[in-house]
C-alpha cells in the first residue's frame, strides 16, 4: 500500500516553519535594536558629562587668571606697609567690597552675584573684569571682590622679621560665567598683604 502524503499539510509545515524563522528573527532585531539605543543613550551621557567637566575646568582656568588680575590691581594701588583698607586708590576700586577690617562677611551666595555689578552699596558690590588672551577678549563673563578676612599673623615670620609688619589676609572672591550661560564657577583664594603693625 503506498502513502501519500498531503501536499497541503507540507506547505502548511513550510508556512509554519517560516513564520517561526521570521518570528524569532524579528525578536533578535528589536533585542538588537534596543541594545543599539542604549549604548547610544551611554554614549550620548558620556560625552556629555566629559564636555560640561572640561568647561568647568576652562572656566576655573579663567577664574585663576581673574583672581591673579585682582591680586596683581592690590599691588600696584596698594601703598607698601599700609593697611588695604585706609588706602583710596584700594578701596575705590569696584572690586572692593567694604565689609569692615576686623570681620569678614559671608562668602557670595548665586543671588549676590545676579545684584553685586553696578551695586551702590559697598558691602554688595562686585567688579567686572575683563580677560583678554592674545590680545583678544575671552568669551566669559567675570566678576571679583576682595574683602578683609579678619585675619591677621602678628609673629610677623609671614612678612618682615623685625616686627614693625604683620600679615593681614584678604579675601578674594571670583565668579566665571560662560558667555552663554551654560557653565559657571566661583573660586575664593586669600591675599596676603604686609601691614605696619
Request: proline share 3%; hydrophobic share 40%.
Amino acid at each position: 500500500m503506498l502513502s501519500h502524503r498531503n501536499p497541503a499539510r507540507r506547505r502548511h509545515a513550510r508556512r509554519s516553519e517560516r513564520g517561526d524563522i521570521m518570528l524569532v528573527t524579528m525578536v533578535f532585531l528589536l533585542l538588537c535594536l534596543l541594545g543599539l539605543i542604549g549604548s547610544m543613550r551611554d554614549t550620548v551621557v558620556a560625552t556629555n558629562l566629559a564636555s560640561n567637566n572640561l568647561a568647568r575646568q576652562r572656566d576655573t582656568q579663567v577664574a585663576d587668571m581673574a583672581a591673579q588680575y585682582i591680586r596683581n590691581q592690590i599691588r600696584t594701588n596698594s601703598a607698601a606697609g599700609i593697611s588695604l583698607v585706609t588706602q583710596s586708590a584700594v578701596t575705590n576700586q569696584l572690586w572692593w567690597r567694604d565689609t569692615g577690617a576686623t570681620a569678614a562677611a559671608a562668602p557670595p551666595t548665586a543671588d549676590y552675584w545676579r545684584t553685586c555689578l553696578g551695586n551702590s552699596d559697598a558691602a554688595q558690590r562686585c567688579g567686572a573684569i575683563t580677560l583678554t588672551s592674545g590680545g583678544s577678549n575671552l568669551p566669559y563673563t567675570a566678576l571679583a571682590f576682595v574683602q578683609p578676612t579678619g585675619r591677621i599673623d602678628k609673629s610677623g615670620t609671614q612678612c618682615n622679621t623685625n616686627g614693625t609688619e604683620i600679615a593681614t589676609f584678604y579675601a578674594v572672591y571670583v565668579h566665571v560665567q560662560e558667555s552663554n550661560g551654560a557653565t559657571s564657577v566661583n573660586t575664593e583664594s586669600v591675599y596676603q598683604a604686609c601691614e605696619q603693625a
